[in-house]
């Protein structure tokens, strides 16, 4: 095992205030047992940096660092604060948080990009081992793209050729990164009065690439230094990826491989079987993992497990691959972000095959402590520790690059020590929401009738919709923020939508079952719920999904009876543990959207209270959304369901 490196003891983390979650608990006992070391422990002894967690640290020439505290006792009279160039704590504070923007959008977008050059691919007939799952939801996105559905023949109206429909929209889809003319497409979607809101603004993104590039261009040495005109152009970029790249991830990934139903799963570390195979996925693109999949159910790869000793293949998921492959195919995940040290360290884990994003590279050195195969499979993420396998995928032959993979894990079983501990805990859950079945399940439209959202909603059984989401954080314990704020969302009859490491979360606590509804939900909740037999908490899938999000609210607001935009609705949204720049452009986008968004822990603006005032009272006025944080759960949730009186009280059905 790992030799330490320390001379003196390291600080060790206490498990049960590293997390609620028992199995999470039991494996970072077993890893400080091994002396293995994990981010609970290394988040014991490295402090974040005071000054850059209030977002005023700027690095962005070789001037700098330059370093702009808060004076003690707060400002009082002018801020004189300055950097050597004479940046403000505004400007550099307002260029900190749309770089992280940009960073965010870049890793949903260019993630929604692979996509579109898979399906373009499958489009064009190149790749034989993928096909059109959803035929139905290509025709329903084709019109946004300007693509017809049907043409004239003899007169007469036909359907087109879907073939024909799948290459123009590919075509399309694929131009929305980097079109030299015109605006994203997708913000046609959107409520009409939100799309004006936008125009007026002067924010309606124009391609995915070009939004990030101005980003990268305005926050450069002596650019842009006026912090509302950078804001403009984070929110530029941030609709570009909520409507734009993620979105298209999103539906290609439904047309591709099919649009997600519910189904029924388990969800925690106790998912993994000793007698089995175990393969984790982790990162967060589908196009690999949805061949994994395949590859482990073939009767093939089965048969080989069995003839190597183990009784069968059991995959599981780490993070949004998790997400994905659960919503489609019931895969479970064993975990959040945070446990993705821990599987390798039951040791039971013969191979972990990474994508991209959220992937520690602590994983190769917890990796060498144990058997386990750890395979990077994309060539943008590769990492520098020489027992790092990699397998680069490439469409064209992914079943082939799948069954080396799977084959692999399996050779690997046989070198398994005795010395495995697979933690005893998992739960039932059900998963695989979407608009469509959100839509089903509730009466099969959105108004008019005694099943639906939009009616229980102004009769006030449900009091309103949250959307919880993103990541798990080192800096809290893991899963209580996400856990306590849903709780307390659904025991006063807000229904909870969530995707990531949220959704995680809530499957792993039990969240997301019909039973859920008797035991933790207000009277009007729990009875929508048992009535149509849904949980409370709705998992609408992995990150890049948060646009269902977006699309539900705008169903919610087309088919009537709660105001005329996404801001008239009696809904709020939570990123209760949240850590990557991903988060904060999800966050932007739902507030630009016009969605009240409050985060948990800490935002990087105290250093800067005037942006801060920006973003979290004048934004209201431009989008009807705006940001907020508030670390204490209860507090937190409390905040979301004010908002969500609020606006009862403005659509007059707060009775
Ligand atoms: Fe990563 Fe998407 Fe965050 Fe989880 S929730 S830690 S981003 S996996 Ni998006
Ligand atoms: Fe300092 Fe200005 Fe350079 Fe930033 S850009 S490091 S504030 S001199």
């Known amino acids: 095992l790992q030799a330490k490196t320390a001379a003196k003891e390291p600080k060790l983390v206490d498990p049960r ?43 962005n020439c070789a001037m700098g660092p330059c370093r702009l505290p808060l004076p003690k006792g707060g400002i009082t009279g002018e801020d004189t ?71 004239e023949v003899d007169g007469k109206t036909v359907d087109r050729d879907i073939d024909e429909i799948a290459l123009e929209v590919a075509e399309a889809a694929y131009a929305e990164w980097g079109k030299p003319e015109g605006s994203i497409k997708y913000v046609k979607r959107a409520p009409k009065p939100l799309q004006e809101k936008w125009a ?94 395949a590859a482990c159910q073939s009767q093939e790869m089965i048969a080989y497990a069995q003839e190597k000793g183990a009784k069968g293949i059991q995959l599981s998921g780490i993070c949004c691959t998790a997400n994905e492959v659960l919503q489609r195919h019931g895969v479970p995940p064993a975990g959040t972000f945070l446990q993705q040290e821990l599987a390798i360290i039951t040791g039971a884990c013969d191979a972990m095959v990474v994508d991209i994003q959220c992937i520690f590279q602590n994983l190769a050195n917890v990796a060498k402590c144990f058997h386990t195969k750890l395979i990077t499979t994309h060539p943008i993420a590769r990492m520098e520790q020489e027992n790092v396998i990699h397998i680069e995928f ?12 799977v084959k692999m894990a399996i050779d690997n079983f046989p070198n398994r020590s005795a010395d495995v501990m697979i933690p005893r805990h998992k739960t039932a859950q059900i998963a695989g929401f979407g608009v469509e079945s959100i839509r089903y399940h509730l009466g099969g439209t959105f108004r008019g009738d ?26 809290t314990k893991h899963n209580e923020e996400h856990i306590t704020i849903i709780k307390e969302l659904i025991k006063n009859d807000v229904i909870v939508l969530t995707t990531g490491c949220s959704a995680i979360a809530a499957g792993m606590h039990g969240l997301m079952t019909p039973g859920a509804a008797a035991v933790h939900c207000g009277p009007g909740l729990a009875e929508v719920c048992e009535t149509v037999g849904i949980p409370p908490v709705l998992h609408l899938g992995s990150c890049v999904d948060n646009s269902r999000i ?61 942006f801060k005032d920006y973003l979290y009272k004048d934004m209201e006025r431009m989008y009807g959304g705006m940001w907020d944080c508030e670390p204490d759960p209860v507090k937190h949730a409390h905040k979301m369901i004010a908002h969500i009186d609020k606006k009862r009280k403005e659509l007059g059905i707060d009775k």
């Open 17 to 59: 205030d590293a997390s609620i979650d028992p199995a999470t608990q039991e494996m970072i006992q077993r890893a400080q047992r091994l002396q293995v070391e994990t981010v609970f422990d290394r988040a014991m002894t490295m402090k974040p940096c005071a000054i850059g967690m209030q977002g005023i640290c700027c690095k």
């Open 550 to 610: 977006l699309l539900a609210a705008t169903e919610v607001v087309r088919a009537g009876g709660l105001g005329n935009d996404i801001s008239d609705l009696p809904a709020a949204g939570s990123a209760p543990e949240w850590m990557s720049e991903k988060a904060i452009s999800i966050g932007h986008y739902f507030v630009a959207s016009g969605v009240y968004t409050v985060f948990g822990y800490s935002l990087p603006l105290e250093g800067a209270p005037v």
């Open 450 to 475: 005694y099943y639906t959202l939009n009616d229980n909603i102004i009769n006030g059984r449900i009091r309103g919709i949250a959307g919880v989401v993103g990541c798990n954080n080192a800096r």
């Open 200 to 293: 007026q603004e002067g924010v309606v993104p124009r391609n995915v690439d070009r939004e990030i590039v101005e980003i990268m261009h305005r926050t450069h040495m002596g650019v842009d230094q006026d912090y509302k005109n950078l804001m403009k152009q984070g929110t530029r970029a941030a609709l570009a990826d909520g409507w734009g790249g993620s979105m298209i991830a999103t539906d290609l990934q439904d047309v591709l491989f099919g649009t997600p139903s519910p189904l029924q799963s388990e969800a925690n570390l106790g998912v993994m079987k000793e007698d089995h195979v175990n393969i984790i996925v982790h990162g967060h693109e589908p196009v690999l993992s949805e061949m994994v999949v």
């Open 81 to 151: 604060r300055k950097g050597l160039c004479g940046a403000t704590a505004n400007t550099i504070c307002a260029r900190n948080f749309i770089r992280m923007i940009a960073g965010g959008a870049a890793a949903h977008s260019d993630h929604g990009r692979s996509v579109a050059e898979v399906f373009r691919s499958v489009a064009r007939k190149e790749s034989h081992d993928y096909s059109i799952k959803d035929p139905i939801k290509l025709v329903d996105i084709a019109p946004y793209f300007d693509v017809a559905t049907t043409v």
């Open 394 to 405: 490439d469409e064209h032959h992914a079943m082939e690059d799948a069954k080396r993979i």
